[in-house]
């Protein structure tokens, strides 16, 4: 069975980082493009970045560019986004979440979330 | 990447049937079928409930079915029941590698 656990969330100042994790359990990590999908409080789901099966190709939302990384560790079954100058619109719970077919398609297994609060 | 449309609630009596609509462009939902339905139950993760723009994974029930025509994909839920209250949302591949989600419907069983 797939399983994915996400950890790294808390409150964080305006301006500050934070680096999520997910650990990835019942499948070979490795074979699959990752993705990170985020909620704001009340609201709806926005796709924030996908990851290829290296590590090689990564891509985002505009709005997160040049802010967030999004990065694996095979050897460590682990998916990773560290967010950087962060700002109150980033707080969110913040999902990993397998994504099929070169991450173009869909996602068929979601962690948990965790959740992401930035305010002063 | 702006946000797909979709109406913010539908309502349905149990055995009813409600559709729920999702309008894009023709740079994501018109112009690929990569269109997929999640539903979320209040603090749980989304769930994957059509893929390609109408099929089912194994364990969703048959009443659930996902269609497309033009820039606007549909999710059609028959024979309602209570346990399909929830939040849907549907996604669409948008090009270079970047998805686009709809901004919600909510689905009340009356």
């Known amino acids: 069975e797939v399983h994915l656990v996400e950890s790294g969330g808390g409150l964080v100042q305006p301006g500050g980082s934070l680096r999520l994790s997910c650990a990835a359990s019942?499948?070979?990590?490795?074979?699959?493009?990752m993705s990170w999908v985020r909620q704001a409080p009340g609201k709806g789901l926005e796709w924030v970045a996908n990851?290829?099966?290296?590590?090689?190709?990564?891509y985002y939302v505009d709005s997160v560019k040049g802010r967030f990384t999004i990065s694996r560790d095979n050897t460590k079954n682990s998916l990773y986004l560290q967010i950087n100058s962060l700002r109150a619109e980033d707080t969110a719970v913040y999902f990993c979440?397998?994504?099929?077919?070169?991450?173009?398609?869909?996602?068929?297994?979601w962690g948990q979330g965790t959740l992401v609060t930035v305010s002063s | 990447q702006s946000a797909l449309t979709q109406p913010r609630s539908v309502s349905g009596s149990p055995g009813q049937s409600v559709t729920i609509s999702c309008t894009g462009t023709?740079?994501?939902?018109?112009?690929?079928?990569?269109v997929s339905w999640y539903q979320q139950h209040p603090g749980k993760a989304p769930k994957l409930m059509i893929y390609?723009?109408?099929k089912r994974p194994s364990g969703v029930p048959d009443r659930f079915s996902g269609s497309k025509s033009g820039n606007t994909a549909s999710l059609t839920i028959s024979g309602l029941q209570a346990e399909d209250e929830a939040d849907y949302y549907c996604?669409?591949?948008?090009?270079?590698?970047?998805?686009?989600f709809g901004g919600g419907t909510k689905l009340a069983v009356l």
């Open positions: 979440a397998r994504a099929i077919n070169t991450g173009i398609d869909f996602f068929d297994s």
């Open positions: 019942g499948f070979i990590f490795s074979n699959c493009w």
């Open positions: 990851i290829n099966l290296d590590g090689t190709e990564k």
């Open positions: 023709t740079s994501d939902v018109g112009g690929y079928d990569y």
């Open positions: 390609d723009v109408s």
């Open positions: 996604c669409s591949y948008a090009g270079s590698y970047t998805l686009v």
